[in-house]
């Protein structure tokens, strides 16, 4: 089974803190990516990456940023933490071929408050 | 622009009740589609998916899928609900870049 781990599941962090979430598939994948999840707003991404050094703007990017040095491990960077980024912070990860379909595999989140 | 649409945000059903939720997407000649459920608290659990062939899927926990072309609609069913089948569920599509296009989820409720 894919297994895709997120190295917290809860963070309590004060405004203007860095935040580094840190994500990593044990299957090879080439994709990855990290998702915000808010209620009623649905999943949102913030950034996704195809290959090792590689990363794409999402729908949301603003204010964050983000590393892929090796290929299993994708980290989510918030330099200066705001009250408007606590959330539940999903990442995922995804075959780039055609065959499987691209389903993504969740890791369990992170929920990150920041006061 | 590509859209996932779920209708219902919420649906409450009795346990032991059938289940059918909605979902219907906006693009594609032959999509690639998505069920996840996601429990409190939790990451998604891909349910099941669609891609080609028979146009009713089966997935895990007893879910099953229906693709049908016509309405453009991916419908979620299960026979008979259990109170763990509690959660919120995702419709999703896949795009020409291997992103997903969610819909907004569906909050089921069981009744005891």
């Known amino acids: 089974d894919v297994k895709v781990t997120q190295s917290s599941r809860y963070l309590v962090k004060r405004t203007g803190e860095k935040v580094f979430l840190e994500c990593v598939q044990d299957?090879?994948?080439?994709?990855m990516f990290w998702y915000r999840q808010d209620p009623g707003l649905g999943l949102r991404l913030i950034y996704f990456?195809?290959?090792?050094?590689?990363?794409e703007k999402g729908d949301i990017p603003e204010g964050y940023s983000v590393s892929r040095e090796k290929k299993e491990r994708f980290s989510l960077i918030l330099e200066s933490t705001s009250t408007n980024q606590t959330s539940m912070y999903l990442c995922?990860?995804?075959?780039?071929?055609?065959?499987?379909?691209?389903?993504?595999?969740f890791g369990p989140g992170t929920r990150l408050t920041v006061t | 622009a590509q859209s996932v649409t779920q209708p219902d945000i919420h649906i409450t059903v009795s346990e032991g009740a059938s289940l059918e939720l909605r979902c219907n997407y906006s693009?594609?000649?032959?999509?690639?589609l998505f069920w996840y459920v996601q429990s409190p608290g939790q990451g998604l659990q891909l349910l099941l998916k669609?891609?080609?062939?028979d146009t009713l899927v089966q997935g895990i926990k007893g879910f099953e899928a229906e693709f049908k072309r016509s309405q453009s609609s991916f419908n979620l069913r299960k026979p008979s609900v259990h109170w763990s089948d509690a959660a919120e569920y995702f419709c999703?599509?896949?795009?020409?870049?291997?992103?997903?296009?969610w819909g907004a989820g569906t909050k089921l409720i069981i009744k005891p």
């Open positions: 999703a599509q896949r795009d020409s870049n291997y992103q997903l296009i």
């Open positions: 693009y594609g000649a032959t999509p690639y």
């Open positions: 669609y891609f080609s062939g």
């Open positions: 299957m090879d994948h080439e994709n």
């Open positions: 990456s195809y290959d090792v050094k590689m990363k």
């Open positions: 995922a990860s995804s075959l780039l071929d055609r065959r499987t379909g691209g389903e993504q595999y």
